[in-house]
Structure formats: structure tokens, C-alpha cells
DNA sequence: ATCATGCTTAGCCATACCGCTAACAAACCA
DNA sequence: TGGTTTGTTAGCGGTATGGCTAAGCATGAT
């Protein structure tokens, strides 16, 4: 169980901006070169850069040089740290409806006896 | 399909600090007060306040007053549109996994033809 | 060799974020 | 009434974020 996840921290962080969600939702359909990434964006070069780059400090993209173009790709498998979290939540919280459930079941029980 | 979407803007951000994610968790369990909340964080007062006004503008968590106390309850269904978005995305990457192995097919079967 | 393309780096600017203290307000308690 | 508990508001300081321009660098095309 972890107490401070800097991998929540970048991942949440990094889906928190419109462009990168964006992004990366391109990138989901296969590869792209970084300028090929910004065109749909209206932002300039370096700022597409920054955002790859906190994709990539995310681990949710990686990158390589071929040439003098960068090719990004989506890595799905990063998004599992967050699924993992929304699960743990869930099972948090359906814990506590269960023990409501029980509270509950236990007044009844109480009413009955009473009548 | 969403071009601008805050939801999710509000959603990841409040997710992206790991004190947020700590007192989601323990909202998980049950209502709490803010002192009750502020407690295992080790922060002040005013601190946790922003920190829970964050949660309440991405719709995570409602407050109500009784009394001088302020009572914190989690909203699971808030997570919804952050699901949903991951079911999207997974839906994109595995219909390139799909025409991917479509191509692969292809290939193997020029292969086929030409021997 | 020259030029166009595709990043890449450096650095500026405005705003937002996250922590704090200090001071105030509104219950409740004795 | 007077004191304690529980928020709440205002505002400060340092850092991070998200946009930009300008200039540099490496590669590919002619």
C-alpha cells in the first residue's frame, strides 16, 4: 500500500490538461511524429514538447529519434496504476455500504424484537 | 464527444495531489469532519480546506454544515466520467490492435499467394 | 554546398498551486 | 459570561505550469 505514489501523482497530473488528453487520444490510434502531434493542438513546437514530455514522465508515451523525427507512441499499460486505484477505491467504499447494509439489517432486527 | 471537457480537467487535477487522495480514501470509509480529515495529514487547517474545496469543485466529495462542525461525504459517482474515458481510450487502442493484425493477415497471406 | 525541415534549448511572462500565519466568526461548554 | 473548539477568510512566499519568441542544431533534399 503505498503512501506517497509519485506515479498517481504524474499520471493524474498529466491526464489534467486538455491537450495532453488530447494528445495522447491521437496517439491511441497508432504512432505520430511530434509535429504531426502539435498540428491539431494550435500551440506551438516547444509547448507540445513540454507536454510529450510530462506524458513521458508519466510513462504513458515513449519516444525515439529516427532520423531527425521523433516518433511518439502510446503505452496503454501505464493507465494500470490508476485502474488499480479506482479499484481499491471502489472496494473502499462498497466495504463501507456492506457494513451500512449490516447496520441497517440490525435495526430491523431491533424494531422486530421490540414488537 | 467532448472537445473541452472541465470535468475532467477538475477530476484529474483533484486526483494529481496525493494529500486529495488521502482524504478521498478516508471519505471512502465514511463521512468525516475536516478536522477529523486534516488530522493524518499533518497540515494546517486552511491548507485541508483548499485541498477539500478542490475535491468539492470536481464534484468528488459534498460538505454540509451542522452546527460549528462540517460534515465531508464522498461522491463515488463523480469518478464516472474519468472511467469513461478510460473505457474510450481503451476502445481507440484496441481498434488499431484490430487493423493491426488485419495488416499482419494481409502480409501472411501475399506470403501464402507468392509461394 | 545550400537550404528547408523538424525538432530542441533557453529564457521570458502571467497565472495557478500549495504551503503557511494571523486574525476573525460562530458554535458549544462550564 | 467567558473560554474552547471548529471552521473560515485574507494574504504572503516560493515554486510549478502553460503559453510564447528567438535562436540553435542535426538531418534530408537539391
Same mark, same amino acid.
Given at each position: 500500500m503505498a503512501k506517497h505514489d509519485p506515479t498517481l501523482d504524474h499520471l493524474f497530473h498529466a491526464l489534467s490538461d486538455p491537450t495532453r488528453r488530447m494528445m495522447l487520444t491521437r496517439l491511441a490510434r497508432g504512432p505520430a511524429a511530434v509535429t504531426e502531434l502539435a498540428a491539431p493542438t494550435g500551440l506551438r513546437l516547444p509547448t507540445v514538447m513540454r507536454h510529450l514530455s510530462?506524458?513521458?514522465? $508519466?510513462?504513458?508515451?515513449?519516444?525515439?529519434?529516427?532520423?531527425?523525427?521523433?516518433?511518439? $507512441?502510446?503505452?496503454?499499460? $501505464?493507465? $494500470?496504476?490508476?485502474?488499480?486505484?479506482?479499484?481499491?477505491?471502489?472496494?473502499?467504499?462498497?466495504?463501507?455500504?456492506?457494513?451500512?447494509?449490516?447496520?441497517?439489517?440490525?435495526?430491523?432486527?431491533?424494531r422486530t424484537d421490540e414488537s
Amino acid at each position: 500500500m503505498a503512501k506517497h505514489d509519485p506515479t498517481l501523482d504524474h499520471l493524474f497530473h498529466a491526464l489534467s490538461d486538455p491537450t495532453r488528453r488530447m494528445m495522447l487520444t491521437r496517439l491511441a490510434r497508432g504512432p505520430a511524429a511530434v509535429t504531426e502531434l502539435a498540428a491539431p493542438t494550435g500551440l506551438r513546437l516547444p509547448t507540445v514538447m513540454r507536454h510529450l514530455s510530462v506524458l513521458e514522465e $508519466a510513462g504513458l508515451v515513449t519516444t525515439q529519434k529516427d532520423g531527425r523525427v521523433r516518433s511518439c $507512441a502510446f503505452q496503454p499499460q $501505464a493507465l $494500470a496504476p490508476m485502474r488499480d486505484w479506482l479499484e481499491e477505491q471502489r472496494k473502499i467504499w462498497e466495504a463501507r455500504l456492506d457494513r451500512l447494509d449490516d447496520y441497517v439489517m440490525t435495526l430491523m432486527k431491533d424494531r422486530t424484537d421490540e414488537s
